[in-house]
Nanobody, 119 residues
Framework: QVQLVESGGGLVQAGASLRLTCAAS????????MSWFRQAPGKEREFVAR????????FYADSVKGRFTISRDNAKNTVPLQMNSLKPEDTAVYYC????????????WGQGTQVTVSS
């Protein structure tokens, strides 16, 4: 089992920055990647960014490329998401996901943190 706790959400104006953090605990030894997803009201949950746990390769949704940066601190088991130049359409609940590949594929989710961007 992996427990994930997101923090750092809030209410900001368009153009501002926020830094979200996902803290992982429990069975973190076999994590292969960590990702951020978001879900706006009335919409499907969508991928935002992913980072591989060992090599640190990163992947981004086109909508956030150049504005958001995902990183990881293996020693602290945290995954920050730096969000710059925020837009009202970035408003959503942001979720952290951990993926483990150990005899199968297992995904673990946090409870989410609200980000609201006003125009």
């Amino acid at each position: 089992q992996v427990q994930l706790v997101e923090s750092g959400g809030g209410l900001v104006q368009a153009g501002a920055s926020l830094r979200l953090t996902c803290a992982a605990s429990g069975g973190t030894s076999s994590i292969s990647s960590m990702s951020w997803f978001r879900q706006a009201p009335g919409k499907e949950r969508e991928f935002v960014a992913r980072i591989t746990w060992s090599g640190g390769s990163t992947f981004y949704a086109d909508s956030v490329k150049g504005r958001f940066t995902i990183s990881r601190d293996n020693a602290k088991n945290t995954v920050p998401l730096q969000m710059n130049s925020l837009k009202p359409e970035d408003t959503a609940v942001y979720y952290c996901k951990a993926r483990k590949v150990v005899g199968g594929l297992y995904d673990y989710w946090g409870q989410g943190t609200q980000v609201t961007v006003s125009s």
